[in-house]
């Protein structure tokens, strides 16, 4: 077998390979440049395959066919391999006029050797170039005045092509720099082989080198692409990073090492990205190992990791995301750092805030209604509050308070500030403890609220008033009454504030007193007081507007319903007697009546009230 057979059959075999490293690489063409990488092997295998029946061929018009055929794969691999490098270092696509221009030498080329009359502009076989001539071995083709400039063009695109990678190579870090050399050098092969064949440098013009390097190109360019996934994870990684981004942004390949970052990643890591690349992520950030290993391929996990630089402790909200391909394969992963230690200390320094407000806001809502309430003879009272629906118990206007009075009587209070917050709740103690100190001078009740309302008024804040409810209990015996001859004298007077309910022991429900007018607004008030005398069972429900001003849409609780409740709560205990079953009935009044407010509307004001059963 003579050396060019032996040669035509191993470019055969080559133009084989081709065609198998094509179809593998048409199977993983969603890496960036993979049409481009796919056009450029199938013209390499043209290329290979008709060369090798050209090389195998002794007569001229088998060859000049056969040669001609060659060329359609000659044309395409420059501007191919020139379109994947484009593709593969900038990650944008090609447009379609660059491509026309592309396609433009190559059809000039492949008409003038279609064409008889000047198929010898681009080569040409002399006659005694065959077997059947004095020279021996296949025919030669010599080259025309037109295959410089074709030679020259292809030239320029491969330098173009190799340049744009060398200079993607100056990007990559040193574990990949090292591929990516090899690819490199191997690409010069097939380049440098066709120059010395088109040159005839040497006396090496017979046979043209550049499929057969061409072969060991492809299979190091497809070994370093895609066995080592070069091709996937550097434009991809570097295609997903923005370098304007705040956030440290870190890709990582299959094994864990750091393949690129961003420019906020070298800030966050204290490196420069070269002394980056090639590291495994653990040996810098150790709180990511358990994030990566939690990591479910396709997924996007989450959690929070520290790192101490200097000294300092920061403090990261990180996320770790998979880069997959269009067949959704893991190809690499992201880990995103969002900086959160200002958020943290601000967080912290809310919360402590926070406390510190709800610590003023107990302490302030203390000072607004008694813990506990003292023990009255003969009468059992309940008070309950709820703040306004929508919040969670903040300081509100309404207030409630029970104390004993000059003379041994008690007396209890029940009010509604206008506004809420820490302003109102001041002038909420401020009317409190006033009508306190009031009730110790032995006042009567309509005296207490007007000598409040000058208090109110001697405040100076004219934005501010309220409205009051003042009861004094008697504690003395109204046997001498003709009338009376048991039970409990309750006198009230009220300052703008609802009308309390009595539930009387026949069952009914009124409404008792004269509403007057609120206090802090004028300098006379019309107040008036109205006495009770309270027979054991009976009822007297206290409560701010919060109750019948509940709202459903554009309906209110209202007086009546409220009225329903109480003779509702209190109808089944009416013949009870004795200080146990009036403080059941307290209870049960002041329950069924918040449990009903609350059922019926989650539009309220803040709800207070006081339940007194006589025993």
């Given at each position: 077998m003579t050396?060019?057979?032996?040669?035509?059959?191993g470019l055969?075999v080559?133009?084989a390979?081709?065609?198998?490293?094509?179809?593998?690489?048409?199977?993983?063409?969603?890496?960036?440049?993979?049409?481009?990488l796919?056009?450029?092997?199938l013209?390499?295998?043209?290329?290979?395959a008709?060369?090798?029946?050209e090389?195998?061929?002794?007569t001229?018009?088998?060859?000049?066919v056969?040669s001609?055929?060659k060329?359609?794969?000659?044309?395409a691999?420059?501007?191919?391999?020139?379109v994947?490098?484009?593709?593969y270092?900038?990650?944008?696509?090609?447009s379609?006029?660059?491509?026309?221009?592309?396609?433009?030498?190559?059809l000039?080329?492949?008409?003038?050797?279609?064409?008889?009359?000047?198929r010898?502009l681009?080569?040409f076989?002399?006659?005694?170039?065959?077997?059947?001539g004095?020279?021996p071995g296949?025919?030669?083709?010599?080259p025309?005045p037109?295959?410089w400039?074709?030679?020259?063009y292809?030239?320029?695109?491969l330098?173009?092509?190799l340049?744009?990678?060398?200079?993607?190579?100056?990007?990559i870090g040193?574990p990949?720099?090292?591929?990516?050399?090899?690819v490199v050098v191997?690409?010069l092969?097939p380049?440098?082989?066709?120059?010395?064949?088109?040159l005839d440098?040497?006396?090496?013009?017979a046979?043209?080198?550049?499929?057969?390097l061409?072969t060991?190109?492809?299979?190091?360019?497809?070994?370093?692409?895609?066995?080592?996934r070069?091709?996937d994870?550097?434009?991809?990684?570097?295609g997903?990073?923005?370098?304007?981004m705040?956030?440290?942004?870190?890709?990582?390949?299959?094994?864990?090492?750091?393949?690129?970052v961003?420019?906020?990643?070298?800030?966050?890591?204290g490196?420069?990205?070269?002394?980056?690349?090639?590291?495994y992520?653990e040996?810098?950030?150790?709180?990511?190992?358990?994030l990566?290993?939690?990591?479910?391929?396709?997924?996007?996990?989450k959690?929070?990791?520290?790192?101490r630089?200097?000294?300092?402790?920061?403090?990261?909200?990180a996320s770790?995301?998979?880069?997959?391909?269009?067949?959704?394969?893991e190809?690499?992963?992201?880990?995103?750092?969002r900086?959160?230690?200002?958020?943290?200390?601000?967080?912290?320094?809310?919360?402590?805030l926070?406390q510190?407000?709800?610590?003023?806001?107990?302490?302030?809502?203390?000072?607004?209604?008694?813990?506990?309430?003292?023990?009255?003879?003969?009468?059992?009272?309940?008070?309950?509050?709820?703040p306004?629906s929508?919040?969670?118990g903040?300081v509100?206007g309404?207030?409630?308070?029970?104390?004993?009075?000059?003379?041994?009587?008690?007396?209890?209070v029940?009010?509604?500030?206008?506004?809420?917050?820490?302003h109102?709740?001041?002038?909420?103690?401020?009317?409190?403890?006033?009508v306190?100190?009031?009730?110790?001078?032995?006042?009567s009740?309509?005296q207490?609220l007007e000598q409040?309302?000058?208090?109110?008024l001697?405040?100076?804040?004219?934005?501010?008033?309220?409205?009051?409810l003042?009861?004094?209990?008697?504690?003395?015996?109204?046997e001498?009454?003709?009338?009376?001859?048991?039970?409990v004298?309750?006198?009230i007077?009220?300052g703008?504030?609802?009308q309390?309910?009595?539930r009387?022991?026949d069952g009914?429900?009124?409404?008792?007193?004269h509403?007057?007018?609120?206090l802090?607004?004028?300098?006379?008030?019309d107040?008036?007081?109205?006495?009770?005398l309270?027979?054991?069972?009976?009822?007297?429900?206290?409560y701010?507007?919060?109750?019948t001003e509940?709202?459903?849409?554009?309906?209110?609780?209202g007086?009546?319903?409220?009225?329903?409740v109480?003779a509702?709560?209190?109808?089944?205990?009416?013949?009870?007697?004795?200080?146990a079953?009036?403080a059941?009935?307290?209870?049960?009044?002041?329950d069924?009546?918040?449990?009903a407010?609350?059922?019926?509307?989650?539009?309220?004001?803040?709800?207070?009230?006081?339940?007194l059963?006589?025993?």
């Amino acid at each position: 077998m003579t050396r060019e057979l032996a040669l035509g059959l191993g470019l055969a075999v080559g133009g084989a390979a081709y065609l198998a490293m094509s179809w593998y690489v048409w199977r993983h063409r969603a890496a960036a440049g993979g049409t481009g990488l796919v056009v450029a092997l199938l013209g390499i295998f043209v290329w290979t395959a008709c060369y090798a029946v050209e090389l195998s061929t002794d007569t001229v018009a088998t060859a000049q066919v056969w040669s001609a055929l060659k060329f359609i794969g000659i044309v395409a691999v420059p501007g191919a391999l020139w379109v994947f490098v484009r593709q593969y270092t900038t990650r944008r696509e090609v447009s379609w006029r660059v491509l026309a221009l592309l396609c433009v030498e190559p059809l000039v080329v492949l008409a003038l050797l279609a064409v008889p009359a000047t198929r010898d502009l681009i080569h040409f076989y002399r006659p005694q170039d065959s077997a059947a001539g004095t020279l021996p071995g296949p025919p030669v083709a010599r080259p025309g005045p037109l295959l410089w400039p074709h030679a020259l063009y292809s030239w320029l695109l491969l330098i173009a092509a190799l340049g744009l990678f060398v200079a993607r190579v100056g990007r990559i870090g040193a574990p990949y720099r090292r591929q990516a050399a090899v690819v490199v050098v191997a690409s010069l092969l097939p380049l440098l082989g066709n120059i010395v064949y088109n040159l005839d440098i040497g006396g090496l013009g017979a046979v043209d080198p550049a499929p057969f390097l061409f072969t060991i190109f492809t299979f190091v360019l497809v070994w370093g692409i895609f066995r080592l996934r070069l091709l996937d994870l550097v434009p991809v990684a570097r295609g997903a990073l923005v370098a304007q981004m705040v956030d440290a942004v870190v890709v990582l390949d299959s094994r864990g090492r750091i393949a690129d970052v961003n420019p906020a990643a070298s800030t966050v890591l204290g490196l420069a990205r070269p002394a980056l690349v090639g590291r495994y992520v653990e040996d810098l950030l150790p709180d990511a190992a358990g994030l990566l290993t939690d990591h479910t391929p396709g997924g996007t996990t989450k959690g929070e990791l520290g790192l101490r630089r200097d000294g300092e402790r920061r403090d990261f909200a990180a996320s770790v995301s998979s880069l997959t391909d269009r067949r959704g394969s893991e190809i690499a992963r992201l880990l995103v750092l969002r900086d959160v230690t200002e958020r943290a200390e601000t967080e912290r320094r809310l919360l402590e805030l926070l406390q510190d407000r709800t610590r003023l806001a107990d302490t302030l809502q203390a000072g607004l209604r008694p813990r506990l309430l003292p023990a009255v003879p003969g009468v059992r009272i309940a008070a309950r509050w709820v703040p306004a629906s929508g919040t969670s118990g903040g300081v509100s206007g309404d207030f409630y308070d029970v104390h004993q009075t000059l003379g041994g009587d008690h007396a209890f209070v029940l009010g509604d500030v206008a506004g809420k917050g820490v302003h109102a709740a001041v002038v909420t103690s401020m009317a409190r403890y006033t009508v306190r100190t009031l009730s110790a001078q032995g006042w009567s009740p309509g005296q207490v609220l007007e000598q409040l309302n000058q208090a109110l008024l001697t405040d100076g804040d004219q934005g501010r008033f309220c409205t009051v409810l003042y009861g004094r209990i008697a504690q003395d015996q109204v046997e001498d009454m003709l009338d009376w001859t048991a039970g409990v004298k309750v006198t009230i007077a009220l300052g703008g504030h609802p009308q309390p309910l009595v539930r009387w022991l026949d069952g009914s429900v009124t409404a008792v007193g004269h509403p007057g007018t609120a206090l802090g607004l004028l300098p006379r008030v019309d107040i008036k007081e109205e006495t009770l005398l309270l027979q054991p069972g009976e009822v007297l429900l206290a409560y701010t507007d919060g109750v019948t001003e509940a709202r459903t849409g554009a309906e209110q609780f209202g007086e009546q319903r409220l009225a329903d409740v109480v003779a509702e709560a209190a109808s089944g205990l009416r013949a009870a007697r004795g200080p146990a079953a009036a403080a059941l009935v307290a209870d049960a009044v002041a329950d069924r009546v918040l449990a009903a407010v609350e059922a019926f509307s989650q539009e309220r004001d803040d709800v207070a009230l006081l339940a007194l059963v006589v025993e």
